[in-house]
């Protein structure tokens, strides 16, 4: 069998044995991942479709519109989870606090916690931009069988087990990593099947696309300004391309492909930046790292910030290695001037 026919579920079977502690516990995890995101891919395929677009009347904790399909994906991740009890926890960007799940016999002997963001991207889906899911996956760090505790959530993104995306673009792929190496699979949609389409995926040594929305560039830290004009500069091989979706699964799976630089920095409006450290740039973060590629908030390293608040916020700058680090070499330059 080459690897192109190899489907999601015999990849999960077969690199079992690469966890450290496996009991089968973490591939059923994915398992359940990769069956809400079929369910999610449904209904996100079928949007235009059906009455299910416009607000949904009520805003997150961060005080944004949801779209009806974020509360939907939200729903649709939380409840496949709760029903097969394989997790203990969950924490999810719609959600204020964090879900302890405890299964049926009152106890719950489950190891790992989930962070995601069910539907990123979601002020997209009424113009049919590709969206995406993104989830982290952690070892519970308080004793197996209690309820867990906001300890198990705030955890540094080096300690995460997996991490992945699914994007639901002109093709619907899952992408994630346990720590070693990426693949990528992409869902046959006829037979419901995820095929391993993208193995190995690694971020090339180069990359000439750069990624931010530079509509807010007067509010940018300086070092950013200044990265945007090296971009922008006719020397060498550049200038370089600019491209931005506006969403975030869909910008870093076309720069890991291709290379390239995502950056969402802070801004004067937002000094942490926008994106959500637990539900969105650690699990980025592993991915890019296990691709070869690398994330800081424009100083240090993503995976070591020990994070303070479920819905925090930080700066991010993500990509092919080398192009993360030119842009790090101009923050840097400004480091002790105020952020902007
Ligand atoms: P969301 O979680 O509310 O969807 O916000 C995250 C999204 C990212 O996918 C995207 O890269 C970014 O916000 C775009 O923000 P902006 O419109 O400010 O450029
Ligand atoms: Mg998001």
Redesign the pocket.
Known sequence: MTDKSKTLGEFIINNQGEFKYSSGELSRLINSIRLAGKVVNHEVNKAGLVDILGSAGDENVQG?DQQKLDVYANDVFINTLVKREIVCGIAS?EEDDYISIIGNNKKNDNKYVVLM?PL????NIDVNVSVGTIFSIYRRVTPEGSPVTLEDFLQPGNKQVAAGYIVYGTSTMLVYTTGHGVNGFTLLPAIGTYYLSHPNMKFPENGNIYSV?EG?YVHFPQGVKDYIKYCQKEEEDRPYTSRYI????S?FHRNMIKGGIYI?PNTSQNPNG??RLLY?CNPMSFIAEQAGGSASNGFDRILDIQPNELHQRVPFFCGTKSMVEKAESFMKKYKSSPAV
């Open positions: 944004e960007e963001d990123d991207g979601s002020s929305n807010n506006g969403s975030l699964v910008d969402y926008k994106l969105e």
